[in-house]
């Protein structure tokens, strides 16, 4: 059994839902994972931005034009009257649901509910068209499976017990659709794994279920050696360990959710990375066979900060680095890149929420300096440090880019270097002349 996602651009159009569906059917037994439509969640993003602002005329305008675009698919997509029918009666009840909560007072809560909606209509749609085409298929709800623990991580325990129980309800049919990216949380209210997560729910399905294989379907060839929204001439990379793809993805390459590759790690089952537009192209295999001497990727996370704490003292006396980390527990804060000399120590965060209350804290150990609107490149490959010759390859590159912070030797997939967002561009087209020609 394999787990096939499938993202917004692979189901944008009537059309490319009928592709899609050609695709899938070609093999029995699959769960398959749907996007929103490529722009519905945006505009499902705005629609509750302009609920925060009590805006509710811009908001009925952003539910009405979505209202109209899904009216179009259902009468291109779908052609018998009982299944025009039925899914125009399933839409025009969520666009009825969307119009009641713009009359509520609104909150999280409800911006959530709202963000639900993309992954319901998307698969809704792809169900009554393939029961239209004759086929076997049952939509399995994600949010009666798909769960986030008290701290907002996958619980994949109940995710397992959950998703094999309702196939075990459902068994018989020859194919399953589900919906990416919406979960229950621990409160038990809809959720959602941020954006891109639809990624994220496929490996986790993949893992719940012991699949053969995750393939993450898209609008590329793969996974590319740079970011090709950025760096002309990039070229797609055709084996990844595990550590490299999660190395790439939580560092910024946008083809993959940032933790979508642990569960699937954690089950060792192979992650494939196909083309919608290009079904034969080979795409990129990630699994635990390492490659050994290359370098693979590079990728950049944006807006990142960099925190310095520095002191006159011994300041890496004994305890001093346990003291600096729990003030970023306390805040619940991850910490990307850590440096440290003899008289200072330098980290960097993304999440910023805290970022104030964590300098207040610091400052009893020293002098804290923060530099805002920096970005880390992070390069990926074999970087086992017993190789030659590839460090100073990397900083070759890096000639005439000033380079905040240096990470080397956390593990032996990367390199990872900070550097101003503002010398992001030049940097990562630096990286790809210098390490790919
Ligand atoms: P989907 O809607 O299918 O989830 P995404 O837009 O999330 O698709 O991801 C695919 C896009 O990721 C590509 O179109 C490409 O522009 C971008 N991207 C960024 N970095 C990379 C990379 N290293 N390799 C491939 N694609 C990348
Ligand atoms: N529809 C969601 C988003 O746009 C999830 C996903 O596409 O993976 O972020
Ligand atoms: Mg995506």
Known sequence: MKVLKFGGTSVGSAKRFQEVARLITA?????????????????????????????????RDTIAS????YNGVINELLTQPESVKKAQTYIDGIFKALSEITKEPFGDIQERIILSKGELMS??????????????VKLLPALSFMRTDAQGEPDLEAIKVLLNQLLEKEKGADLYITQGYICMNARDEV???????????????????????????????GLHNNDPRVVEKT??????????AAELAYFGAKILHPTCILPARYANIPVRLLNTLEPEAPGTLIDSVPDTGVIKAVAAKDNIVAIKIKSSRMLLAHGFLRKVFEIFETYRTPIDMICTSEV???????????????VHDLKKYGTVSVDLDMCIVCVVGDMDWANCGFESKVMNALKSIPVRMVSYGGSNYNISLLVREEDKVATLRSLSQTLFG
Request: charged share 20%; aromatic share 8%.
């Open 66 to 69: 979505l209202h109209a675009k």
């Open 235 to 244: 070229s797609a990379v055709r084996h990844l360990h595990f550590d490299e």
């Open 344 to 358: 200072g120590v330098s980290l960097t965060i993304d999440d910023t929420r805290y970022l104030s209350e964590i």
């Open 123 to 136: 698969t809704f749609l792809m169900t009554t068209y393939l029961e239209e085409q004759g086929v076997n």
């Open 191 to 221: 959720d959602n794994l941020k954006r891109g997560g639809s990624d994220y729910s496929a490996c986790l399905i993949g893992a719940a279920t012991g699949a053969d294989e995750i393939q993450i379907w898209t609008d590329i060839d």
């Open 27 to 59: 093999e029995k037994q699959n769960i398959v994972v749907l996007s929103a439509m490529s722009g519905t969640t945006n505009s499902l993003v705005e629609i509750a931005g302009y609920l925060y602002s009590r805006n509710q005329d811009g908001a």
